[in-house]
Each structure stands twice: as structure tokens, then as C-alpha cells.
């Protein structure tokens, strides 16, 4: 049988309170054990931040490890129905401020504490449910997809920053484009680095008119060009956040530069058979570098 810690209060509010830290601390795992370059930038962020970053990169993650992951002995209809059944009791959580799922009970605390609205949640699951069949995008349907799968979740971690120091800078309307660009160059990059396993694992081809099993450097370089235009633009909001997110998310920047510098210096033909990373001591570095570098 459970029992509370000795000297705790037993009342109604105490376990709620204890329950809240408990979805908290399940959202902190899962980022813990996926992510190292997001899990890094967000340890610099200050608490009350860090943990409405945590749970909504925890909601995201679950949804893409239901499409990604899929189980051995299931399938796609499991997957669809997984995925529906999360995204209603995501829906519900916000109404009701409570889930007995505590990954989408710590986001739907965040949500209702940040104003994270179900407008930037609509997107995201039409995406997730994108990737349950092979696609071949178009430049419509692949911007579609960016913005449900990336482009929101920076606006929800935007949300985030600005609820932590409300009226501390810029507006929410001022930093959204920035937050959008800098989502797209994060997710437009993994999709370039996981190239080859995306296709020949799952069957995926994200970027229009791109053959993975022919990439050229020129493609290649294109693609990049795209990448680091987004990054650029999202680097010139990095200043106009406040201090409690701003160091995280400039390390963040710093992280992703780097690993575009790599993926350009690396052959076409090797992007279809590895996945290029940043090394732990580069990011050591890139981490010290990021901080120490004068406001401007």
C-alpha cells in the first residue's frame, strides 16, 4: 500500500500537488532519455520555464515515438488508434485541467498556465497522423507538415518563455515568426541528417522533388541554404526574449548551426548511410562559447 512521507499532509491538496510533480517528473524522464542537444539547451532555462518546455516536449515526443516506433507485433490501424486516443485525452486535459495519462496531464497544466491554445495542437496531430502512411510531399503538403510538426512547437515553447516574465520584452506577436523559422530549420535539418533511415526504415521521403537515394551536392546545398536562411532569421529574435529562456535557446541555436556546418561537409552519398551528429566535446564547447558570448 502507498503511504505519503512521514509529517506530510494526507489532505486532498497535498496529493494533488504531489501528483502534479509526479506527471512533471515523467515529462523530465522523457526528455531525459531521448533527446541530448534539446535536453542540454533546456537545462539552461530557468525552473519555472524548464518545466513547461519539458512537458510539452514530452507530449510531442510521445505522439512521434507512436508513429516512429511502431510496435513488432502491431500496426498501423493500432498506431491511428493510439495516436486518435491520445490526442482526445490531450483535448479533454485541456478542458478539464487533469489526465490519468500524466505525460498529457503535465502538458495541459502548461498549456492552461502558458495559454497554449488548441489551435497550435490541431496542426501538430494532423501532422503525427500524416506519417502513418508514406507520403511523396509536395511543396504544399510538406509546408503543411513543418508547421504541424515543428513550427508549432515553437510557438508553444514561446508561449512558455513569455508566461515566465510576462511584459519583461517583446510581444508574443512580435517573437512568433522567429519562433516558427527557428522550428522549421530544426525539424528541416534532422529531416535532411535521418535521410537514408527515414526512407528505407519508414518509407518516408519529406522534402519535394528530393530522391534520397540520389542526393546530390548541389540538392544538398540547396536544401542547406534553406536551412541556414531560417536559422539566421531566428537568431535575430534570440535578443528580444527573456533572460530566463534566452541562454537556452542560443545554445540551442549554436547546436543546430554546428550540425548543419557538418552536414554540408559531408558527401551526399554518406547522408543516405549515417546520421551525422555533433560530438560531445563540440557541444561542450559550442555550450561554454554560446554562454560567454556579449549580449548584442
Given amino acids: ?3 505519503l512521507p512521514p509529517g506530510a499532509n494526507a489532505g486532498p491538496l497535498s496529493a494533488h500537488r504531489t501528483y502534479d510533480e509526479v506527471a512533471d517528473a515523467s515529462a523530465a524522464l522523457v526528455i531525459k532519455r531521448y533527446s541530448t542537444s534539446f535536453g542540454l539547451a533546456s537545462r ?15 507530449l510531442v515526443r510521445v505522439a512521434d515515438e507512436i ?6 507485433d502491431g500496426s498501423t490501424e493500432a498506431q491511428e488508434a493510439t495516436l486518435t486516443e491520445l490526442e482526445r485525452e490531450t483535448r479533454r486535459a485541456l478542458g478539464t485541467g487533469h489526465s490519468g495519462n500524466l505525460v498529457v496531464h503535465a502538458f495541459a497544466r502548461t498549456a492552461r498556465e502558458t495559454g497554449i491554445e488548441q489551435g497550435l495542437l490541431d496542426p501538430f496531430f494532423a501532422s503525427m497522423r500524416a506519417d502513418l502512411t508514406p507520403v511523396e510531399h509536395d511543396r504544399a503538403s510538406f509546408e503543411r507538415y513543418v508547421h504541424g510538426s515543428a513550427e508549432v512547437v515553437g510557438l508553444m515553447c514561446l508561449r512558455a518563455f513569455l508566461a515566465a516574465e510576462p511584459g519583461a520584452g517583446a510581444s508574443y506577436d512580435d517573437l512568433a515568426a522567429g ?3 527557428l522550428g522549421a530549420a530544426f525539424q528541416k535539418l534532422n529531416f535532411l541528417r535521418d535521410l537514408g533511415a527515414d526512407y528505407e526504415a519508414l518509407g518516408r521521403s519529406y522534402f519535394p522533388d528530393v530522391d534520397p537515394t540520389r542526393l546530390d551536392v548541389a540538392t544538398r546545398d540547396a536544401l542547406l541554404d534553406d536551412i541556414d536562411a531560417d536559422l539566421a532569421s531566428g537568431a535575430r529574435s534570440l535578443v528580444l526574449l527573456p533572460p530566463s529562456s534566452r ?3 542560443r545554445v540551442a541555436h549554436a547546436l543546430f548551426g554546428e550540425l548543419s ?3 554540408r561537409a559531408t558527401p551526399p552519398e554518406r547522408l543516405g548511410r549515417m546520421r551525422v551528429r555533433v560530438p560531445d566535446p ?7 562559447t554560446s554562454l ?3 549580449e548584442r
Fill in 1 to 3: 500500500m502507498f503511504r
Fill in 44 to 58: 539552461l532555462l530557468e525552473p519555472p520555464v524548464r518545466r513547461h518546455v519539458r512537458n510539452v516536449y514530452a
Fill in 67 to 72: 508513429v516512429d516506433a511502431p510496435r513488432p
Fill in 179 to 181: 519562433a516558427r523559422r
Fill in 247 to 249: 541562454r537556452a535557446v
Fill in 261 to 263: 556546418r557538418r552536414v
Fill in 282 to 288: 563540440v557541444k561542450a564547447r559550442l555550450l561554454v
Fill in 292 to 294: 560567454l558570448r556579449p
